[in-house]
Each structure stands twice: as structure tokens, then as C-alpha cells.
């Protein structure tokens, strides 16, 4: 008994780590804005292994239940204290929440983008400017993974002096700004996306 207790509770931490690291793409993006960071560049490396350490996160949960619910007919004799003990059902309950836990780090980039903006919303804004026209962009952005990415991404757009709105979309790859054209060289934005390490990508041909 005290071996599958020992094999349960390994697995669970190995999914918890799995699925820790499975959700670092937009766990690093949320710390660079908690840190003011521009961003870390590793988010992109654990995009791409994201599937497989998910299904090493679903396999070893598989394993843990497997080991604390099946049956052991060689554990205890029938009327014993052993097989009247209410351990088991402490471990299963334990086994439930850590299996939420785990499943709420997994998930963690699917709402990623609110725990962005809990952490920026009380983050300083750079001084408006004077009242001056205003130039709108709309640019393109390749390369962000999640909310989070997109949330980066925003708040280091809004930091420029001379940005009056910043307004970045996961959902559709793109970035609106209205900026002081005196105050901010548009270049400005395209080297901020860069060092975050998304892309802008050049508008597409005019059709017909």
C-alpha cells in the first residue's frame, strides 16, 4: 500500500510540473509584465513542446488514478482494521484536488489575458502629451501564442511616450495604436514588437 501511496504521489507531482511547464509560454509573458520586462524569448520554445508535455500531463494523471483506484485484493484481509482504514479515501480525495490544481496550471493560457490585466491595471501611464492630431496604425502581428502574449505586448505599446491608445488582439494577430506622430517615430513600434519577440507582418498586396 505504502508503494502505490509512494507511485501516486510521484505521478502527481510529474503532472504538475508537466502541466507547469506545458503553460510556460504564457506563464513567462505574465511575469515579464509583473517584472516590466519586454519579454522573454523562451515563450516561443515552449509553444512548440506545449502538446507533448500536455499528454505527459494526461498520461501520468491516467497513472495516478490507475494506481489509487484499482483494486488490491492483496492488500488486506477481509474484516481487518487495514481494510477498514479511511486512508484510501483521504488519498483519493487528495488525488481530486491536486488533479484541479494541475488542470488549472494546464489551462492557465486561456485566461491568461485577465491575469494580465490585474497586473497592469495599476501599472503608471507615460504623461499625455498637448493636444495635437493624432495618427492611427493598424499593424499585423505574427507569433503571439496566447492572451498573455497579446497582453505583453499591449502594455509595452502603451509605456512609449506618445502612444494615446494602445489596443492589442490575440484573437485577430493585430495591433491598434493612435500616437502623437511629433512625439513617436512609428518605427518605434514595430522594434517594441521585435523585442518582445513577435513580428510584424508587411501588408499583403491590394486586391482588385
Known amino acids: 500500500m ?28 505574465v511575469i515579464a509584465v509583473g517584472l516590466g520586462l519586454t519579454g522573454f524569448a523562451a515563450s516561443r520554445f515552449f509553444e512548440a ?21 484499482r483494486p488490491r ?17 483521504w488519498n483519493r ?17 486561456y485566461y491568461s489575458g485577465w491575469v494580465v490585466q490585474a497586473i497592469s491595471s495599476d501599472r503608471p ?3 499625455e502629451t498637448s493636444q495635437v492630431p493624432e495618427a492611427h496604425l493598424i499593424l499585423r502581428v505574427e507569433g503571439m501564442d496566447c492572451p498573455a502574449c ?7 505599446l502603451r509605456q512609449l511616450p506618445g502612444v494615446r491608445r494602445a ?24 522594434k517594441v514588437i521585435a523585442d518582445a519577440g513577435f513580428r510584424v507582418v508587411p501588408p499583403g498586396p491590394a486586391s482588385n
Open 2 to 29: 505504502q508503494e502505490d501511496k509512494g507511485k501516486t504521489k510521484w505521478a502527481l507531482a510529474g503532472a504538475a510540473v508537466a502541466a507547469v511547464t506545458a503553460s510556460l509560454c504564457c506563464i513567462l509573458p
Open 49 to 69: 513542446w506545449r502538446p507533448y508535455f500536455l499528454a505527459a500531463t494526461a498520461g501520468l494523471l491516467a497513472f495516478g488514478f490507475y494506481r489509487a483506484y
Open 73 to 89: 485484493q492483496e492488500a488486506c484481509e477481509t474484516g481487518s482494521v487495514c481494510e477498514r482504514t479511511p486512508l484510501g479515501r
Open 93 to 109: 480525495l487528495i488525488l481530486w484536488l491536486a488533479t484541479a490544481l494541475v488542470i488549472l496550471f494546464a489551462a492557465f493560457p
Open 125 to 127: 501611464r507615460p504623461t
Open 150 to 156: 497579446a497582453g505583453l505586448l499591449q502594455e509595452n
Open 167 to 190: 489596443e492589442v488582439s490575440f484573437q485577430d494577430k493585430q495591433a491598434i495604436i493612435d500616437y502623437d506622430p511629433k512625439a513617436v517615430d512609428p518605427s518605434r513600434f514595430e
